[in-house]
């Protein structure tokens, strides 16, 4: 008895069902694929349920059989009229009161529960075990559907396949056996089908069972079937079912597949479920055939899961290979109710008979009007006299003349409704080349002028190729609306090769996507993706209504988590709060949609996509007012993309990628959405899909970039910096640095820009170094020394056409590098962009508002606008400031060193203004940091190792600053002790300069990533001290109890004997000690308790500290240098956008001025190339000319 059966018995045969986590807290992630295969999700199934609401039929009358031959008369086994021998029946059903009656199932037999469920573990097989109930053949279709769903938990098919023919073994050329096998594997698994067969190891179920077979040997998951082969077979004529009864249920009946013999067969071990019907008799075949009917029936009534408009129940097929007079009731009973059926030509017998038939048959043309009343002309059979003779004459050969009439009406009534019959044939002249595309076909014949149930049935399957040769034809005009709904469906589904087939046909995503569909869209994801459960934390935040449908201000807020809110987020529109916000009211489907103009939706492949980057600088998208009103999106393939980036639907998010505009930003967004989100995962392997999907997007964006880079310099480097009216106005750059998108940012391109902004106005060409330190010295010589980008005499100007074509409201201010602007005395703006773009008058300095001067250079540089030039670049700020922090260094070293006294001198006050301009830096960092809440400025501050050195060192400088002020001797000595190692951390953050350096650069990041290395290793290497220390300290001073003494034995002494101080007299106890007590209370030396085990516990502990963790600290150290190193140019100039963007906002002087700093906290971050109010696109060569 296996396990799971006594479990049941001790339980009283009540097992509960097994719980299932929900799914937002299963881990399981779904495919990003999409779900187009059987993914049958393996839950243990409640036998007492199936105990419970099944039954089974047996003879209660035992009714003997009268023998033909008086030479039967002599069986003491005589069989009973229901098939059975009298030996098979309980002793208590042997009594019958009326034994001449006539055998019948109403009268003699009776229904009890079930006795034989479970699982079926064919021996000698490697197939999954097969689950199998026994049921009453009266059993309500409704619970055969409710054991499928809720106990097997097999969902719900797109198509089911009813396999009828031959029950008895039947010869297939090998040819045909190749193609059918080949053929119905792909039909169910392109289309997420269920095949029903007979069940049984024998005939047309034998074929089928070797075709899965076959799949699953071929595609290496055999025994991991994800074809669904449902078996209905009667019980009566199974072998050996006796191994298959307990009342408790078998988990597994162990079954093994024999030869048939006589009129029992055994199951076929290739279906993966089993529906045996039991109508009371035994050795009779037929008995399941009105029950499986039934099923068939009550599936195909079954909703399509993914239908998400009109209620489209489960389309069928008939299959028909081989077989006798049954199979032609059968498939007349099929085309009856609808459903249509592929016959297999050359099977034998009556498939062969009915082809014949079909194909024989005389046909007129008859016209017929569709829904919306057009005239097609339709093919009708005419059964004249002589066909209907030679019909005869041919069932009449094929099955006799037993039952004629009947069969040959059977036929005649299929032929009346011949469209609905496909006949397969090999090499046949009309015929499908695969039985895979006759059986969809056929389906899609049976829906002839029902496109839309044609075009649901070709998503549901996941068939392209079906929708093209089909339903895609050129006599067939689409609306613009038509497709709509198919639209949705193929992106709920993943489905991208019918999205771009839905572009071509003319869909327009700006007439598809409204506030509503996108809505939609995200209220319908699956609950096993982390999108749902992002979403779901974010609704849960509204306290008012935690359970209501998401909304796209959800989304925004979402988006605002997973970017560090380094944009301005999408859908939290602050002008207009109601644009985004769905109105239920509005019927949005029957408004008549007005066209935008110059708003159509070419589709864009990835050379015109990044064509395309570099052209975007000659228009500003500006909202779109048809869009407002109407409530669409001025950017549909934006918001679908999005969407498609946040579910990690990559196909889908690379389609829209080519469809919309900002192809580098849209690259960047990804990467940054998709490294957020692989935080978040809590599942490894999705996690590291996420991370890799991320680093394809940033590999994009950096391909776009090397395009745009060939194509023109200088409007790639505009790119780097435009602000992007489409992604929240932030720029291509700080999108990158916010997505740790290291490789974009160290591309030539993006290099280029940061030397530019490094050097300011001065040439780079001519500014060496000796010229530059020269200048600092004496500011002077650079009049001589240095020169600066102005423009040469013939330098063209921006042509009218082009200025023209950039002009626009937004774009000006989008493409700003650095407001350079300041504030004089009076309060009026100062800047070094004019608002003119005349080239008229002259400015000898910085002008007001009105006046400013035009960094672009237009005419020459007059000494002042040199001068200002001049301390205004990078490089000068950076000289100027590692200048100011040496001498900051020696003042404060000198202090500690010279004149660090109980009065306050002058050189101490001015270390403390100095001090106190440097707590204003911070600040200002912290509000210029490029997010909008304060709570993300101060945790973006502080991830940076080198602001938490600050904190450590402004907080004791302070902290030793207020012990200065004490009374006493011993404050001022604390305020000493305190700034000396306050002056290590102010050393230490000198080494922060090197990162300029490209050789020294990367040596500090090593440093950084080797102190995390370090950290890990001290944890480790604290557990082995205090475990050394503590046993060392028992054995030598047992019963310590001063604190001291304690304190350096446990932890002082070992540490040390890392280092080779041994402490080898005290082990030994040859050092001066007592054993007073008194002189031991008086602090003196207690001499320890020597034993033989100190010395062998302090040689394995030098052995693992000295040898086994000291190197392995340096094997992590190795690593780490080798991983750096391998990146060393990557990591330097990641690392090297920080440094020059901070001494972008640093002042230049050499002393930093606590009212610059109080004045300048309004500065403007690094988000742009040049400022706004010109007019006009600057390029950088404008700027500073090459």
């Known amino acids: 008895m296996s396990e799971r059966t006594s479990s049941a018995k001790k339980n009283g045969d009540l097992v509960k069902k097994k719980k299932v986590a929900p799914l937002g807290m299963r881990r399981r992630r779904m495919s990003a694929s999409g779900s187009s295969i059987n993914v049958r999700i393996e839950e243990e199934a409640n036998p007492s349920w199936m105990h419970n609401n099944f039954r089974l039929r047996e003879c209660i009358r035992y009714t003997e059989v009268k023998p033909e031959k008086p030479s039967s008369w002599l069986n003491r086994d005589p069989p009973c009229q229901c098939g059975g021998v009298r030996s098979a029946h309980q002793e208590r059903y042997l009594f019958n009161p009326d034994p001449s009656a006539p055998w019948k199932e109403s009268t003699h037999t009776q229904t009890t529960n079930t006795n034989a469920y479970g699982e079926i573990e064919f021996l000698g097989y490697s197939t999954k075990p097969a689950k199998y109930i026994r049921v009453d053949h009266e059993t309500p279709p409704r619970k055969i559907l409710q054991l499928l769903k809720e106990q097997w938990h097999l969902g719900t098919p797109n198509l089911l396949i009813s396999v009828t023919g031959g029950a008895k073994d039947f010869n297939m050329t090998s040819r045909l056996k190749g193609v059918f096998r080949k053929g119905l594997t792909k039909v169910a698994l392109s289309t997420n089908a269920w095949i029903i067969?007979?069940?049984?190891?024998?005939?047309?179920?034998?074929?089928?069972?070797?075709?899965?077979?076959?799949?699953?040997?071929?595609?290496?998951?055999?025994?991991?079937?994800?074809?669904?082969?449902?078996?209905?077979?009667?019980?009566?004529?199974?072998?050996?079912?006796?191994?298959?009864?307990?009342?408790?249920?078998?988990?597994?009946?162990?079954?093994?597949?024999?030869?048939?013999?006589?009129?029992?067969?055994?199951?076929?071990p290739n279906h993966t479920h089993f529906i045996l019907v039991d109508n009371g008799t035994i050795n009779r075949y037929g008995t399941e055939i009105k029950l499986r009917g039934k099923i068939e029936k009550a599936i195909s009534e079954m909703r399509l899961d993914r239908s998400q408009s009109d209620i489209m129940t489960v389309p069928g097929v008939c299959v028909v290979l081989e077989g006798g007079p049954g199979t032609l009731q059968t498939v007349w009973s099929a085309i009856t109710n609808g459903t249509p059926a592929v016959i297999v030509a050359g099977s034998g017998r009556a498939a062969d008979m009915l082809a014949w038939a079909v194909q024989q048959v005389p046909e007129k043309d008859i016209p017929f009007k569709d829904r919306q009343g057009k005239i097609f002309i339709r093919k009708r059979a005419v059964i004249n006299a002589t066909f209907e003779a030679k019909l005869k004459t041919v069932v009449e050969k094929e099955f006799g003349d037993r039952n004629l009439d009947t069969m040959v009406g059977w036929v005649k009534e299929c032929l009346r409704k011949k469209d609905l019959i496909t006949v397969f044939e090999l090499d046949a002249k009309g015929s499908a080349k695969d039985i895979d595309l006759a059986i969809l076909q056929a389906l899609l014949k049976a829906n002839k002028g029902r496109e839309q149930d044609q075009l649901k049935l070709a998503l549901a399957w996941n068939r392209i190729d079906i929708a093209k040769s089909v339903i895609f034809t050129e006599d067939k005009k689409w609306q613009q609306h038509d497709l709509d709904e198919a639209v949705h469906i193929a992106l709920l589904n993943n489905q991208v090769d019918f999205v771009k087939l839905f572009l071509e046909q003319g869909v327009s995503l700006w007439e598809f996507l409204t506030v509503k569909r996108l809505t939609r869209l995200y209220n319908e994801i699956r609950m096993n993706t982390i999108l749902y459960e992002l979403l779901d934390k974010i609704r849960r935040e509204d306290k008012r209504n935690p359970y209501r449908k998401f909304t796209l201000e959800d989304v925004g807020h979402l988006m605002e988590e997973l970017t560090d809110d380094t944009y301005e987020p999408l859908y939290l529109d602050k002008k207009d709060p109601t644009r985004y916000v769905l109105n239920e009211e509005e019927e949005l489907e029957q408004a008549k949609w007005a066209e935008p103009t110059g708003m159509g939706n070419p589709s864009f492949g990835s050379d015109v996509a990044i064509r395309a980057s570099v052209a975007e600088l000659n228009a500003a998208p500006q909202p779109n007012p048809v869009a407002i009103r109407e409530r669409r999106f001025d950017n549909p393939a934006r918001e679908l993309f999005l969407w498609s980036v946040l579910l990690n639907y990559h196909d889908m998010a690379e389609l829209f990628w080519e469809e919309g505009s900002d192809a580098m930003a849209s690259a960047l967004v990804a990467s940054q959405v998709q490294k957020a989100m692989a935080e978040e995962e809590d599942d490894l392997d999705t996690s590291n899909d996420l991370q890799k999907q991320a680093e394809e997007y940033e590999e994009i964006a950096s391909g776009v970039l090397t395009e745009c880079y060939k194509d023109n310099e200088e409007r790639a480097l505009m790119l780097l910096v435009r602000e992007l009216p489409f992604w929240g106005k932030s720029t291509c750059l700080r999108l990158a640095i916010s997505a740790d998108d290291k490789n974009f940012v160290a591309h030539s391109a993006a290099q280029n820009l940061l030397s530019i902004i490094w050097y300011g106005k001065l040439e780079r060409e001519h500014t060496t170094t000796i010229k530059l330190i020269s200048c600092l010295v004496f500011p002077p010589l650079m009049f001589c020394l240095l020169k600066f980008r102005e423009p040469a005499e013939d330098t063209e100007t921006v042509s009218d056409s082009r200025k023209d074509s950039i002009k626009g409201d937004k774009l000006n201010q989008s493409l700003q590098m650095v407001s350079i602007q300041q504030q004089d005395e009076h309060g009026s703006q100062k800047r070094l962009i004019s608002d003119d773009e005349s080239d008229e008058g002259t400015s000898d300095g910085l002008a007001d508002y009105d006046e400013g001067i035009d960094i672009r250079a237009k005419r020459k540089l007059n000494a002042y606008q040199k001068f200002s030039f001049f301390f205004s670049a990078p490089v000068v700020a950076f000289s100027y400031n590692v200048f100011a922090y040496i001498v900051f260094l020696i003042l404060f070293s000198y202090i500690l060193l010279i004149n660090f006294h109980s009065e306050i001198s002058i050189a101490e006050t001015v270390l403390v203004?100095?001090?106190?301009?440097?707590?204003?830096?911070?600040?200002?960092?912290?509000?210029?940091?490029?997010?909008?809440?304060?709570?993300?400025?101060?945790?973006?501050?502080?991830?940076?190792?080198?602001?938490?050195?600050?904190?450590?060192?402004?907080?004791?400088?302070?902290?030793?600053?207020?012990?200065?002020?004490?009374?006493?001797?011993?404050?001022?000595?604390?305020?000493?002790?305190?700034?000396?190692?306050?002056?290590?951390?102010f050393y230490i953050r000198l080494l922060h300069v090197f990162y300029l350096n490209r050789q020294m650069g990367p040596k500090l990041i090593m440093i950084g990533k080797m102190m995390v290395d370090l950290l890990f290793f001290v944890g480790i290497l604290f557990v082995f001290i205090l475990g050394y220390g503590v046993s060392m300290q028992a054995i030598l001073y047992p019963n310590e109890s001063r604190i001291v003494p304690l304190i350096e034995g446990v932890f002082y002494k070992p540490y040390f004997q890392i280092y080779g101080e041994l402490f080898l007299e005290e082990l030994r106890g040859e050092i001066d000690c007592t054993t007073n007590a008194t002189l031991i209370e008086e602090g003196g030396q207690r001499c320890p308790d020597t034993h033989w085990l100190v010395i062998v516990l302090l040689v394995l502990y030098m052995m693992?500290?000295?040898?086994?963790?000291?190197?392995?600290?340096?094997?992590?150290?190795?690593y780490t240098f080798e991983a750096v190193q391998e990146n060393t140019d990557i990591f330097w100039k990641f690392q090297r956008y920080a440094l020059i963007v901070e001494y972008m906002r640093r002042p230049p002087s050499a002393l930093p001025s606590l009212s610059y700093h109080i004045c300048g906290l309004y500065s403007v971050p690094l988000s742009a190339i040049v400022a706004a109010n010109s007019g006009k696109v600057i390029l950088p060569s404008e700027l500073y000319d090459h």
């Open 197 to 268: 067969t007979g069940g049984t190891h024998t005939g047309v179920m034998k074929h089928v069972g070797e075709a899965v077979r076959d799949y699953t040997l071929g595609s290496g998951s055999y025994g991991k079937t994800s074809i669904v082969n449902i078996g209905i077979a009667p019980w009566g004529v199974v072998y050996k079912r006796e191994d298959l009864i307990s009342v408790a249920g078998k988990y597994p009946a162990y079954y093994r597949v024999e030869e048939q013999k006589g009129l029992e067969a055994p199951l076929d």
């Open 913 to 985: 203004f100095w001090v106190s301009t440097l707590v204003c830096e911070e600040i200002r960092q912290i509000i210029q940091e490029e997010t909008h809440s304060i709570f993300l400025k101060l945790s973006n501050w502080i991830n940076d190792y080198w602001n938490i050195l600050d904190v450590i060192s402004l907080s004791l400088f302070y902290t030793g600053l207020g012990l200065r002020f004490g009374d006493s001797a011993s404050t001022l000595q604390a305020a000493r002790y305190i700034w000396s190692m306050d002056i290590l951390c």
């Open 1104 to 1118: 693992l500290s000295n040898v086994l963790l000291l190197n392995l600290l340096i094997a992590m150290f190795s």
